[in-house]
């Protein structure tokens, strides 16, 4: 049973690109969640997904962020017109049901 | 006041000691309870999770849970250098979605 997967692994890019990262949960995983995590503080939610609905997003979620899981498999992140404040570790978690969530290892943004 | 607080630390113990960790919460909603742990650079690493009051024992770790004092603790016993981490709590309102709201973490540091 492989664990939840990210790629990249690492993005740099310059302000104003735009950037979509993907997840790839645990296998029978219907829930698939983002975060994001700045230095010295704790993930943020920002949506998720049960199957291929998107049922809850957060306040931090502005209009430059979209999120899809069109199969109710993997996910994708995108972000539009890129801001230094994007910079962060964005993390993917899935969970069966309402169980507990599983991380996967983070994409580090870094906005020039 | 943040939803869910936790010392910054660091918290420095001897190796072989017992670690205590400590997490308060705010939202008397709160069903459900999680401790991550996080190594620097890496993703949140689930190691407990507790739902009701009492104690949960998982081998050298033991989750404590006192819903009326909002107050969650993990013990980690004798204490290795490869417990050094960032421990993070982490608390889920299970009639209000699925979103984990984290503390700023505990940085815990076991020295030989």
């Known amino acids: 049973d492989t664990g939840v997967s990210q790629n990249p692994r690492h993005k740099i890019t310059k302000r104003g690109q735009n950037v979509t990262f993907r997840c790839d949960p645990i296998?029978?995983?219907?829930?698939l969640y983002w975060y994001r995590q700045t230095l010295g503080q704790g993930p943020e939610f920002l949506t998720y997904?049960?199957?291929?609905?998107?049922?809850?997003k957060s306040r931090l979620l502005s209009d430059r962020f979209s999120a899809e899981r069109p199969k109710g498999s993997f996910s994708t992140l995108e972000i539009q017109r890129t801001e230094q404040g994007d910079s962060a570790m964005y993390l993917c978690?899935?969970?069966?049901?309402?169980?507990?969530?599983?991380f996967g290892p983070g994409t580090r943004l870094t906005v020039t | 006041q943040k939803e869910v607080e936790q010392n910054s630390g660091p918290l420095s113990v001897p190796e072989g000691a017992i670690a205590s960790l400590n997490c308060t919460y705010s939202?008397?909603?709160?069903?459900?309870f999680f401790w991550y742990r996080q190594y620097s650079g890496k993703s949140p690493e689930l190691i407990m999770s507790?739902?009701?009051?009492g104690d949960k024992e998982d081998g050298r770790f033991t989750a404590q849970l006192n819903k009326a004092s909002q107050y969650v603790s993990l013990l980690i016993r004798d204490s290795q250098p490869s417990d050094s981490a960032t421990y993070l709590c982490?608390?889920?309102?299970?009639?209000?979605?699925?979103?984990?709201?984290f503390g700023g973490g505990t940085r815990l540091m076991v020295k030989p």
């Open positions: 978690a899935s969970s069966l049901g309402a169980l507990e969530q599983y």
């Open positions: 296998s029978e995983h219907n829930r």
């Open positions: 997904f049960q199957n291929e609905a998107q049922l809850e």
């Open positions: 939202d008397r909603g709160s069903q459900s």
């Open positions: 507790i739902y009701s009051n």
């Open positions: 982490a608390v889920k309102r299970d009639n209000a979605g699925n979103m984990l709201t």
